[in-house]
Protein backbone atom coordinates (compact mmCIF):
# COMPACT_ATOMS: atom_id res chain seq x y z
CA UNK A 1 0.00 0.00 0.00
CA UNK A 2 2.93 2.60 0.40
CA UNK A 3 5.83 2.69 -1.20
CA UNK A 4 9.42 2.40 0.24
CA UNK A 5 11.08 5.29 1.28
CA UNK A 6 14.06 6.38 -0.21
CA UNK A 7 17.15 6.22 1.64
CA UNK A 8 19.64 8.98 0.82
CA UNK A 9 23.46 8.45 2.14
CA UNK A 10 24.63 10.98 4.12
CA UNK A 11 27.69 13.04 3.21
CA UNK A 12 30.19 14.00 6.02
CA UNK A 13 31.63 17.12 6.52
CA UNK A 14 35.44 16.42 4.77
CA UNK A 15 33.24 14.33 1.74
CA UNK A 16 31.18 17.96 1.87
CA UNK A 17 34.41 19.88 1.97
CA UNK A 18 36.02 18.03 -0.95
CA UNK A 19 33.09 18.56 -3.55
CA UNK A 20 32.96 22.50 -2.66
CA UNK A 21 36.99 22.26 -3.12
CA UNK A 22 36.79 20.19 -6.45
CA UNK A 23 33.80 23.12 -7.43
CA UNK A 24 35.77 25.91 -6.75
CA UNK A 25 38.73 24.42 -8.77
CA UNK A 26 36.34 23.83 -11.68
CA UNK A 27 35.40 27.45 -11.62
CA UNK A 28 39.14 28.95 -11.03
CA UNK A 29 40.48 26.44 -14.12
CA UNK A 30 37.20 28.06 -15.92
CA UNK A 31 37.84 31.60 -15.43
CA UNK A 32 41.49 31.21 -16.20
CA UNK A 33 40.58 29.35 -19.82
CA UNK A 34 37.88 32.49 -20.59
CA UNK A 35 40.69 35.11 -19.22
CA UNK A 36 43.23 33.12 -22.17
CA UNK A 37 40.69 33.33 -24.78
CA UNK A 38 39.94 37.11 -24.02
CA UNK A 39 43.59 38.12 -23.95
CA UNK A 40 44.41 36.14 -27.80
CA UNK A 41 41.64 38.23 -28.96
CA UNK A 42 42.04 41.12 -27.31
CA UNK A 43 46.03 41.34 -28.44
CA UNK A 44 45.27 40.94 -32.05
CA UNK A 45 42.40 43.65 -31.38
CA UNK A 46 45.13 45.98 -30.08
CA UNK A 47 47.79 44.83 -33.06
CA UNK A 48 44.91 45.70 -35.84
CA UNK A 49 44.06 48.69 -34.00
CA UNK A 50 47.06 50.20 -34.18
CA UNK A 51 48.44 48.79 -37.78
CA UNK A 52 45.41 48.21 -40.03
CA UNK A 53 43.26 51.19 -38.37
CA UNK A 54 45.64 53.45 -37.34
CA UNK A 55 44.65 54.06 -34.09
CA UNK A 56 47.49 56.11 -32.30
CA UNK A 57 50.31 55.10 -35.28
CA UNK A 58 52.27 58.06 -34.53
CA UNK A 59 52.06 57.88 -30.33
CA UNK A 60 55.25 55.23 -29.15
CA UNK A 61 56.84 55.34 -25.44
CA UNK A 62 60.35 55.08 -25.44
CA UNK A 63 60.22 54.09 -29.71
CA UNK A 64 57.95 51.69 -29.42
CA UNK A 65 54.47 51.53 -30.33
CA UNK A 66 51.76 51.89 -27.44
CA UNK A 67 50.15 48.44 -28.30
CA UNK A 68 53.03 46.64 -26.71
CA UNK A 69 53.62 47.81 -23.87
CA UNK A 70 49.64 47.70 -23.46
CA UNK A 71 50.06 43.65 -24.45
CA UNK A 72 52.80 43.20 -22.04
CA UNK A 73 50.91 44.87 -18.67
CA UNK A 74 47.96 42.91 -19.78
CA UNK A 75 50.24 39.84 -20.18
CA UNK A 76 51.58 40.64 -16.07
CA UNK A 77 48.36 40.00 -14.81
CA UNK A 78 47.45 37.05 -17.39
CA UNK A 79 50.44 35.50 -15.85
CA UNK A 80 49.68 36.64 -12.34
CA UNK A 81 45.65 34.91 -12.79
CA UNK A 82 47.90 31.92 -14.09
CA UNK A 83 50.25 31.44 -10.93
CA UNK A 84 47.31 32.24 -8.12
CA UNK A 85 45.21 29.84 -9.68
CA UNK A 86 48.05 26.76 -10.15
CA UNK A 87 51.13 27.85 -7.59
CA UNK A 88 49.40 29.53 -5.23
CA UNK A 89 46.74 26.69 -4.68
CA UNK A 90 49.22 24.19 -4.64
CA UNK A 91 51.34 25.52 -1.98
CA UNK A 92 48.94 28.18 0.09
CA UNK A 93 45.74 26.20 -0.28
CA UNK A 94 43.25 24.52 2.59
CA UNK A 95 46.18 22.58 3.89
CA UNK A 96 48.69 25.33 3.84
CA UNK A 97 46.07 27.49 5.99
CA UNK A 98 45.35 24.64 8.09
CA UNK A 99 48.98 23.76 9.21
CA UNK A 100 49.35 27.41 10.04
CA UNK A 101 46.65 27.72 12.02
CA UNK A 102 47.66 24.81 13.77
CA UNK A 103 50.74 25.94 14.57
CA UNK A 104 49.60 29.47 15.57
CA UNK A 105 47.17 27.65 17.94
CA UNK A 106 50.24 25.38 19.29
CA UNK A 107 52.29 28.79 19.87
CA UNK A 108 49.48 30.40 21.87
CA UNK A 109 48.37 27.45 23.76
CA UNK A 110 52.21 27.20 24.83
CA UNK A 111 51.86 30.53 25.84
CA UNK A 112 49.09 30.01 28.27
CA UNK A 113 50.39 27.09 29.86
CA UNK A 114 53.51 29.08 30.07
CA UNK A 115 51.76 32.38 31.84
CA UNK A 116 49.18 29.65 33.81
CA UNK A 117 52.66 27.84 35.16
CA UNK A 118 54.25 31.58 36.23
CA UNK A 119 51.36 32.09 37.91
CA UNK A 120 50.89 29.01 40.41
CA UNK A 121 54.45 29.46 41.26
CA UNK A 122 54.00 33.22 42.22
CA UNK A 123 51.08 32.31 44.50
CA UNK A 124 53.42 29.58 46.34
CA UNK A 125 56.09 32.15 46.71
CA UNK A 126 53.59 34.22 48.19
CA UNK A 127 51.71 31.71 50.08
CA UNK A 128 54.91 30.94 51.59
CA UNK A 129 56.64 33.91 52.45
CA UNK A 130 53.25 34.91 54.40
CA UNK A 131 53.11 31.29 55.99
CA UNK A 132 56.00 30.07 56.18
CA UNK A 133 57.62 32.93 56.99
CA UNK A 134 55.93 33.02 60.16
CA UNK A 135 56.49 30.02 61.12
CA UNK A 136 60.28 30.34 61.18
CA UNK A 137 60.24 33.53 63.23
CA UNK A 138 58.12 32.01 65.65
CA UNK A 139 60.58 29.13 65.68
CA UNK A 140 63.49 31.41 65.93
CA UNK A 141 61.90 33.62 68.53
CA UNK A 142 60.94 30.88 71.06
CA UNK A 143 62.97 29.42 73.44
CA UNK A 144 60.79 26.82 74.50
CA UNK A 145 56.81 26.10 74.38
CA UNK A 146 56.50 27.42 78.38
CA UNK A 147 57.05 31.35 76.87
CA UNK A 148 55.87 30.97 73.62
CA UNK A 149 52.15 32.40 72.83
CA UNK A 150 48.94 30.24 72.85
CA UNK A 151 47.87 30.70 68.97
CA UNK A 152 44.24 30.20 69.04
CA UNK A 153 41.81 30.00 66.00
CA UNK A 154 38.40 30.72 67.07
CA UNK A 155 35.79 29.39 64.61
CA UNK A 156 32.38 28.40 64.02
CA UNK A 157 31.69 26.14 61.04
CA UNK A 158 29.16 23.67 59.53
CA UNK A 159 29.66 20.19 59.26
CA UNK A 160 30.07 21.17 55.19
CA UNK A 161 32.88 23.63 56.67
CA UNK A 162 30.43 27.02 55.73
CA UNK A 163 31.43 29.62 57.97
CA UNK A 164 30.14 32.49 56.08
CA UNK A 165 28.18 34.05 52.83
CA UNK A 166 28.50 37.68 51.47
CA UNK A 167 30.62 38.64 54.27
CA UNK A 168 28.47 38.00 56.66
CA UNK A 169 27.52 35.01 59.44
CA UNK A 170 24.99 32.06 58.36
CA UNK A 171 23.18 31.73 61.85
CA UNK A 172 22.77 33.32 64.89
CA UNK A 173 23.83 31.02 68.07
CA UNK A 174 23.06 33.15 71.24
CA UNK A 175 25.49 30.46 73.23
CA UNK A 176 28.19 30.44 70.73
CA UNK A 177 28.86 34.71 70.76
CA UNK A 178 28.86 34.39 74.66
CA UNK A 179 31.85 31.81 74.32
CA UNK A 180 33.57 33.83 71.83
CA UNK A 181 33.25 37.31 74.19
CA UNK A 182 34.50 34.96 77.07
CA UNK A 183 37.43 33.43 75.77
CA UNK A 184 38.45 36.56 73.46
CA UNK A 185 37.92 39.33 76.05
CA UNK A 186 41.13 40.82 76.78
CA UNK A 187 42.74 39.23 74.18
CA UNK A 188 44.39 40.51 70.55
CA UNK A 189 42.05 39.43 67.95
CA UNK A 190 43.95 38.73 64.25
CA UNK A 191 41.62 39.32 61.50
CA UNK A 192 41.32 40.31 57.83
CA UNK A 193 40.27 43.31 56.70
CA UNK A 194 36.99 41.52 55.37
CA UNK A 195 36.17 40.19 58.66
CA UNK A 196 36.65 43.64 60.50
CA UNK A 197 34.51 45.10 57.90
CA UNK A 198 31.93 42.73 59.02
CA UNK A 199 31.88 44.60 62.42
CA UNK A 200 29.70 47.50 63.22
CA UNK A 201 32.59 48.65 65.17
CA UNK A 202 35.52 47.28 67.19
CA UNK A 203 34.86 44.81 70.07
CA UNK A 204 35.17 46.37 73.41
CA UNK A 205 37.69 44.99 75.83
CA UNK A 206 39.82 43.23 72.57
CA UNK A 207 42.94 44.54 70.90
CA UNK A 208 41.87 44.16 66.98
CA UNK A 209 44.58 43.11 64.87
CA UNK A 210 43.94 43.85 61.00
CA UNK A 211 45.74 42.08 58.26
CA UNK A 212 45.99 44.05 54.61
CA UNK A 213 47.69 44.86 51.68
CA UNK A 214 46.05 48.08 51.66
CA UNK A 215 49.02 50.60 52.34
CA UNK A 216 46.53 53.42 53.62
CA UNK A 217 43.72 51.33 54.64
CA UNK A 218 42.39 53.45 57.92
CA UNK A 219 41.24 52.37 60.63
CA UNK A 220 39.73 53.56 64.02
CA UNK A 221 42.43 54.34 67.18
CA UNK A 222 43.61 51.53 69.11
CA UNK A 223 43.20 48.89 66.20
CA UNK A 224 46.68 47.95 64.72
CA UNK A 225 47.13 47.30 60.56
CA UNK A 226 49.61 45.12 60.04
CA UNK A 227 50.83 43.49 56.03
CA UNK A 228 50.75 39.92 57.31
CA UNK A 229 50.10 37.13 59.56
CA UNK A 230 54.19 37.20 60.62
CA UNK A 231 53.76 40.66 61.66
CA UNK A 232 49.90 40.08 63.24
CA UNK A 233 51.79 37.66 65.37
CA UNK A 234 54.66 39.73 66.39
CA UNK A 235 52.18 42.46 67.12
CA UNK A 236 50.48 40.03 69.67
CA UNK A 237 53.63 38.49 71.49
CA UNK A 238 52.68 40.65 74.97
CA UNK A 239 49.54 38.01 74.47
CA UNK A 240 49.54 34.98 75.85
CA UNK A 241 46.88 33.85 74.01
CA UNK A 242 46.54 35.59 70.73
CA UNK A 243 42.93 34.47 68.96
CA UNK A 244 42.86 33.89 64.94
CA UNK A 245 38.85 35.23 64.22
CA UNK A 246 38.92 34.82 60.05
CA UNK A 247 38.72 34.86 57.22
CA UNK A 248 38.90 31.74 54.78
CA UNK A 249 42.97 32.56 54.19
CA UNK A 250 43.74 33.82 57.30
CA UNK A 251 42.25 30.21 58.96
CA UNK A 252 44.06 28.61 56.31
CA UNK A 253 47.29 30.27 56.80
CA UNK A 254 47.01 30.20 60.75
CA UNK A 255 46.49 26.28 60.71
CA UNK A 256 50.05 25.75 59.86
CA UNK A 257 51.41 27.45 63.01
CA UNK A 258 48.15 27.87 65.78
CA UNK A 259 48.66 25.42 68.66
CA UNK A 260 44.95 24.83 69.35
CA UNK A 261 41.63 25.27 67.84
CA UNK A 262 38.42 26.64 69.70
CA UNK A 263 35.50 25.12 66.75
CA UNK A 264 31.62 25.10 67.54
CA UNK A 265 30.45 22.76 64.86
CA UNK A 266 27.25 23.68 63.88
CA UNK A 267 24.88 20.05 62.80
CA UNK A 268 23.52 21.22 59.61
CA UNK A 269 24.75 22.14 56.27
CA UNK A 270 24.84 25.71 54.38
CA UNK A 271 24.68 27.45 51.06
CA UNK A 272 28.25 29.72 51.82
CA UNK A 273 31.27 30.98 49.94
CA UNK A 274 33.83 30.91 52.44
CA UNK A 275 34.60 28.15 54.18
CA UNK A 276 37.11 27.00 56.96
CA UNK A 277 40.03 24.23 56.24
CA UNK A 278 39.17 20.46 56.73
CA UNK A 279 40.66 19.38 60.55
CA UNK A 280 43.68 16.66 59.88
CA UNK A 281 43.40 14.51 62.84
CA UNK A 282 46.91 13.17 62.33
CA UNK A 283 47.88 16.37 63.08
CA UNK A 284 44.69 17.95 65.74
CA UNK A 285 43.39 15.89 68.71
CA UNK A 286 39.93 16.39 70.39
CA UNK A 287 40.43 17.58 73.94
CA UNK A 288 36.94 18.77 74.66
CA UNK A 289 33.28 17.88 73.52
CA UNK A 290 30.29 19.54 74.42
CA UNK A 291 26.91 19.20 72.84
CA UNK A 292 24.39 21.87 73.07
CA UNK A 293 20.67 21.19 71.58
CA UNK A 294 18.10 23.02 69.62
CA UNK A 295 15.84 24.77 72.16
CA UNK A 296 13.92 28.03 71.63
CA UNK A 297 16.74 30.64 71.45
CA UNK A 298 19.20 27.87 68.90
CA UNK A 299 17.45 26.65 65.29
CA UNK A 300 20.60 24.40 65.48
CA UNK A 301 22.24 21.66 67.27
CA UNK A 302 26.23 22.30 67.98
CA UNK A 303 28.67 21.24 69.40
CA UNK A 304 31.78 22.99 71.71
CA UNK A 305 35.31 21.55 70.68
CA UNK A 306 38.43 21.71 71.12
CA UNK A 307 41.46 20.74 69.83
CA UNK A 308 45.07 20.85 70.02
CA UNK A 309 48.07 20.05 68.27
CA UNK A 310 49.48 16.57 68.77
CA UNK A 311 53.00 16.23 69.29
Do not use: C
Not at 63 to 76: H, N, Q, T, V
Not at 142 to 154: A, D, G, M, Q, R
Not at 193 to 202: A, C, D, L, Q, Y
Amino acid sequence: MFGKKKTTTPIDKDQLELIENAQKRIKQKKSLYIHFVIFLIGAVFLILANTVLGIGENFTILGKEWFLYAILLWSFFFIYHIFNVFITHKFMGKAWEKQQLEKLVAKQQKRIEKLKSNLVKEETKIAKSDVFNATTSLSQNTTSKKHSPELTIIVAAAENDAIGKDNKLIWHLGDDLKRFKSLTNGHHIIMGRKTFESFPKPLPNRTHIVITRQSDYHVPDGVIVVNNLEDAIDAAKKDSQPFIIGGGEIYKQALLIATKIELTRVHATFEADTFFPEIDTNIWKETANTFHPKDEKHKHEFSFLTYERAH
